[in-house]
């Protein structure tokens, strides 16, 4: 058996996110549908993490095992013929037998897209989530410095993601190595939060953003920011953020510097 990584492109509009679920289009079940009809065989395709509905990603990595010879360019192309134009397969390459897109991932790097202080043109509302008034940006900004590095991200979780009762695992943790938010110079009211961590709990980057909006907005200060993450329970922090801004940029298979 052929383990083959693929690198994949799309947009989350029309999906109920990555996973396969029996009564919605979801990106997973759409490729095994389409190796099912290349290879005749049963495959199971396995991601990197599991989007949510309407979460895009310029860079989603997944993997497969094979029987089938058929070469990696080959596989590309009659993905990309058969597929919809909002998904679309980047690379293909032949892995070893140890490679597993998820559990060999050592961390993710996701941007989120938000227009403030002005209407979002029609073009920007599918990929930009809009809020109203203007942002203080560098009050944001401060807030990130206390998500750097390893801590209980229990306050920015979904609720009911997770039995926290069940032994094992690290619970709510992660480590996140880089944060930044910043203006886009070519695009005036538009902000772009990116962030890079070895795992994230399910809606963390939404509920972050959430978080940060009542910051810029002068709803939340910057020690009420810190005393959300401390509390550990959801109930503290924003709303989440609407799913259509958020990108998975990269995943990260070789250490980080």
Known sequence: MRNIKLLIAFDGTAYAGWQWQPDAPTIQGVLEEKLAVMTG???TVWGAGRTDAGVHALGMAANFQTGA?????????AFNSMLDPDI??????????????CHSAVAKTYFYNMIHGREPLPSERLYNSAFRGHFALDTMRACLESIIGEHDFSSFEAVGSRD??????RGAVRRIHAAAINADPHCPGRVLFSITGDGFLRHMVRNIVGTLVRVGQGKMSIAEFQAVLAARDRKFAGPTAPACGLFLQQVHYDPLP
């Open 69 to 77: 010879r058929i070469p990696c360019e080959g596989f590309r192309k």
């Open 164 to 169: 926290p009762s069940r032994p094992g695992g």
């Open 41 to 43: 065989e049963k495959v």
């Open 88 to 101: 679309r397969v980047l690379d293909v390459t032949e892995v070893g037998d140890d490679f597993h897109a």
